[in-house]
């Protein structure tokens, strides 16, 4: 009989096999020159903004801000299944063993992004603080509240109300936040006593889920959304069978497609309106990157290198919401509309403009805030041409690719 180890060694084993299999198609050849171009400019830019600051700017806020959401994140990598809440439930007290290697995969997983995250912020740190601060004390902080959180994270599932996980993490968010501005303004006292306040709501929580059993439908859910946001990542470049649909209600959003005319060839704008409100996760994902985006360009006050980071958050969202024109392709009602293939496209590639519009007016509003009106009116222009070859040219050649295979 298989113990907790080999299930768990099986499973780490097919889900590395997965990613390995899709991965191979989501970074050839032209992914790779998008993320070199990127990075080798971006990095160019970056280094000239990193000379330019001074002790004045205000980065113990900046980090606080970004490591507040960046430790907030994430819960622990179980690789359960949906038939395990049933064939499992009976061993549920020898999964140890399970639990603890899931949870070193995943803060390891996590050490290394935070790791990453933190080189890249190193130059502002040494070129903008000034005192006694260790940027290697720092990280260490920033490993220990990563622990921390992952472990709250794990007790909180425990509890069945959803929103209690919501507030925990809004709750954990601003504790990182407080915590980490603390230390690097050098307020030693003050930041004990937030430690102090972040453990005991970790012991809280582990108390409350003392004697409790395995969360099975949290974590399955956690998992199902977890590979859900890769399957739809992969399917941008080869059909994913696996795939599944979630779907969210979202009324308070229902004003944004209330002004689509009631006619045929609006069907799919409709319908492409709909799915990006209410199904998966491409509402939160443009949420999100729209937001990071947004602190860099604010945080930038009116650099040139706001201009590269328009443009790479707006092909990354563009490009990863290519995916919703596969969405439906395996409901068969679609199918039935009588609209016809190039009234599809244009709807799709109409509402994709202007999800990207939208974003590039945000963009383009943080950036006014520094003051410098004439680079702003260049941003938005030079971001306005760039999204209109992004969805008219590049998305639909690619579209019409996909169409015809």
Same mark, same amino acid.
Not at 113 to 120: H, P
Not at 258 to 273: C, D, M, R, V, W
């Given at each position: ?30 992914? $790779? ?167 005991? +709501? ?54 944004? +497609? ?48 706001? +201009? ?13 919401? $290519? ?83």
């Amino acid at each position: 009989m298989m113990n907790s180890i080999q299930l768990w060694s099986k499973r780490f084993g097919e889900r590395m096999k997965e990613m390995l299999k899709f991965g191979r198609y989501m970074f050839n050849d032209h992914i $790779l020159i998008v993320l070199l171009i990127s990075i080798g400019a971006g990095a160019y830019y970056y280094k000239d903004w990193v000379a330019s600051l001074s002790e004045d700017f205000p980065t113990a806020f900046l980090f606080a801000v970004l490591f507040s959401f960046v430790l907030a994140t994430g819960n622990i990598i179980t690789f359960f299944k949906e038939a395990d809440k049933v064939f499992l439930l009976a061993v549920e007290t020898k999964l140890k063993r399970y639990i603890v290697r899931s949870f070193i995969l995943t803060y390891v997983w996590h050490l290394y992004l935070l790791f990453m995250l933190l080189l890249v912020l190193a130059p502002i740190f040494f070129n903008t603080m000034s005192g006694n601060q260790s940027y290697v004390i720092f990280a260490v902080l920033i490993f220990v509240l990563k622990i921390i959180n992952l472990f709250v994270r794990w007790f909180v599932d425990f509890d069945y109300d959803k929103q209690v996980v919501t507030w925990d993490v809004l709750t954990r968010i601003c504790l990182n936040g407080i915590s980490i501005f603390l230390f690097m303004q050098e307020a030693y006292i003050l930041f004990a006593a937030c430690i102090v306040i972040f453990l005991a +709501y970790f012991v809280y929580f582990a108390l409350k889920t003392k004697g409790k059993s395995l969360p099975w439908e949290r974590l399955i859910d956690n998992e199902e959304r977890r590979l859900g946001q890769f399957y739809r990542i992969a399917n941008l470049f080869t059909d994913v069978p696996e795939l599944r649909m979630e779907v969210k209600r979202r009324k308070g959003l229902d004003i944004f +497609y209330k002004g689509i005319p009631f006619a045929q060839n609006s069907t799919y704008s409709y319908l492409i309106s709909r799915t990006f409100f209410r199904s998966g996760d491409y509402f939160g994902l443009f949420i999100r990157l729209t937001l990071i985006g947004g602190v860099f360009i604010f945080g930038l006050d009116g650099s040139y290198l706001s +201009y590269i980071i328009a443009i790479l958050f707006i092909y990354l969202t563009g490009f990863q919401l $290519l995916s919703m024109w596969k969405h439906h392709d395996y409901v068969i009602w679609t199918d039935l509309y009588p609209v016809s293939s190039d009234i599809q496209l244009q709807s799709f590639l109409k509402i994709l403009l202007n999800i990207l519009w939208t974003q590039n007016l945000f963009f383009t509003f943080l950036f006014l805030s520094s003051g410098e009106w004439i680079k702003g009116l260049i941003l938005f222009i030079v971001s306005s041409v760039f999204v209109y070859l992004f969805v008219f040219v590049y998305c639909k050649n690619r579209l019409v690719k996909w169409s015809q295979n």
